[in-house]
T-cell receptor, first 111, second 112 residues
Framework: GESVGLHLPTLSVQEGDNSIINCAYS??????FIWYKQESGKGPQFIID?????DKRQGQRVTVLLNKTVKHLSLQIAATQPGDSAVYFC??????????FGSGTRLLVRP | NAGVTQTPKFQVLKTGQSMTLQCAQD?????MYWYRQDPGMGLRLIYY???????DKGEVPNGYNVSRLNKREFSLRLESAAPSQTSVYFC???????????FGQGTRLTVV
């Protein structure tokens, strides 16, 4: 299938460890943020989101942290599994409906 | 419930040819988007439609046109394809801004 993530930064983690993926966003007016997971040959899939009036949001095995002061977003994955191997993108909602994606990080999980 | 459906899934064009990529969603979403993803890269916004009857340019609109045909359908047209437009094209939709967007499976376009 289509190869995603050839030139993207790569994070390699041991199965069972925690993963932290970082993202810098561009627009201080952005009011909503989303993390997506993309597997090879597929479209992006929603993982978790956070609004700009929050600092942290937790889901099942995933946590998103938002630091508006430095325009930084992170995705933490607990107990990383082989099925978590994929490319991860953050996206920011710029007011007036634009949804802009960051450059992405490839996560490799070592057995 | 099909979600977001893109056609065709694969296409090869010769330089200078035109074509239209189709996108339809059955979730009654208001906003629709077209992105392109070059190999090893992120998604870049081409055009979007916040609601039926409106369209706006995204980050990389040059060489493309769009039509929001109705609430369900949002098409992307390449009038004169160029090799630089070789990419995977994704359509997405969401009910309103401030909610997650759902993506189609992509159209893999090669311009030779």
């Amino acid at each position: 299938g289509e190869s995603v993530g050839l030139h993207l930064p790569t994070l390699s983690v041991q199965e069972g460890d925690n993963s932290i993926i970082n993202c810098a966003y561009s627009n201080s007016a952005s009011d909503y943020f989303i993390w997506y997971k993309q597997e090879s040959g597929k479209g992006p899939q929603f993982i978790i989101d956070i609004r700009s009036n929050m600092d942290k949001r937790q889901g099942q095995r995933v946590t998103v942290l938002l630091n508006k002061t430095v325009k930084h977003l992170s995705l933490q994955i607990a107990a990383t599994q082989p099925g978590d191997s994929a490319v991860y993108f953050c996206a920011e909602n710029i007011p007036r409906h634009k949804l802009i994606f960051g450059s992405g990080t490839r996560l490799l999980v070592r057995p | 419930n099909a979600g977001v459906t893109q056609t065709p899934k694969f296409q090869v064009l010769k330089t200078g040819q035109s074509m239209t990529l189709q996108c339809a969603q059955d979730m009654n979403h208001n906003s629709m988007y077209w992105y392109r993803q070059d190999p090893g890269m992120g998604l870049r916004l081409i055009y979007y439609s916040a609601s039926e009857g409106t369209t706006d340019k995204g980050e990389v609109p040059n060489g493309y046109n769009v039509s929001r045909l109705n609430k369900r359908e949002f098409s992307l047209r390449l009038e004169s394809a160029a090799p630089s437009q070789t990419s995977v094209y994704f359509c997405a939709s969401r009910i309103i801004q401030g909610t997650e967007a759902f993506f189609g499976q992509g159209t893999r376009l090669t311009v030779v």
